[in-house]
């Protein structure tokens, strides 16, 4: 499902609203008939259709992102699927005013990225690193990992988000991403380790363990890399739920 196929995001749009578009044949941007809606709700969706082209056309999706519940920003993914950066951190604590980050891995495009603190983990690398994606997709990262490293490295990431939690629960998927990788069959290499332990790893390799930074780093890379075929499935399965159930229905 791509933003043309979204009517959402435009003001007095519901998924009412949207599902009767849909079963009424405008299924696509393409395919907009005023008729279908009254006049004024026409005009609005035409003037979002004209401003969302020129959008798309930027690859900037940051105004459907802002526009979009949270549960819904996954329609966002298939448009800048190749710009699209997936983001896990480990820190020392809960608390970003207390704790420290510790690692931030990013994956983008095949490639897996992990800065370490006091190594090469700074404002200026997150920044850069960054500013190369039109999308950001974490798991509980609206609450956990953006704030806190908005707070640590006095940055702003106004990179548009999706937060994988959200679109799973929509799914009836609960738990922690581990839980969740479980149900759904998605593989992963490292050993069962928790966040405590992340936190054991990172002070055993203060105190001179290189080995515990190594076992952090690949825990750290395997959390953020498997958050890719996450967001593959959610995408998938809600697409099916809320588009070609439409469809079907048509």
Not at 91 to 96: K, P, R
Request: overall charge negative.
């Amino acid at each position: 499902m791509r933003i043309e196929n979204s009517f959402i995001p435009v003001r007095g749009v519901g998924e009412t609203t949207e599902r009767r578009l849909w079963e009424n044949g405008v299924t696509h941007w393409d395919e907009f008939d005023g008729s279908v809606v009254g006049s004024t709700l026409a005009d609005r969706i035409e003037t979002f259709i004209d401003e969302g082209r020129t959008h798309l056309q930027r690859g900037d999706v940051s105004v459907f992102a802002e526009a979009l519940p949270a549960s819904s920003r996954w329609r966002c993914y298939e448009n800048v699927r190749s710009e699209t950066c997936f983001l896990d951190i480990e820190t020392t604590g809960l608390s970003a005013e207390t704790n420290h980050v510790t690692t931030v891995s990013l994956h983008q495009g095949g490639e897996t990225k992990t800065f370490v603190k006091g190594r090469d983990l700074t404002s200026d690398r997150l920044t850069r690193e960054l500013e190369e994606s039109a999308l950001l997709v974490t798991f509980n990262g609206q609450r956990f990992d953006v704030p806190f490293l908005e707070t640590c490295f006095d940055v702003e990431i106004d990179v548009p988000h999706v937060d994988l939690m959200y679109p799973c629960k929509k799914l009836g998927l609960d738990g922690g991403l581990k839980v969740i990788e479980q149900n759904l069959g998605i593989d992963r290499d490292m050993p069962d380790i928790s966040g405590r332990d992340a936190v054991r790893l990172w002070h055993e390799y203060e105190r001179g363990d290189e080995r515990s930074l190594e076992t952090l780093i690949e825990y750290n890379r395997a959390d953020t890399v498997n958050l890719e075929p996450l967001m593959e499935t959610v995408a998938d399965r809600l697409h099916e739920r809320v588009f070609e159930a439409a469809m079907a229905d048509e």
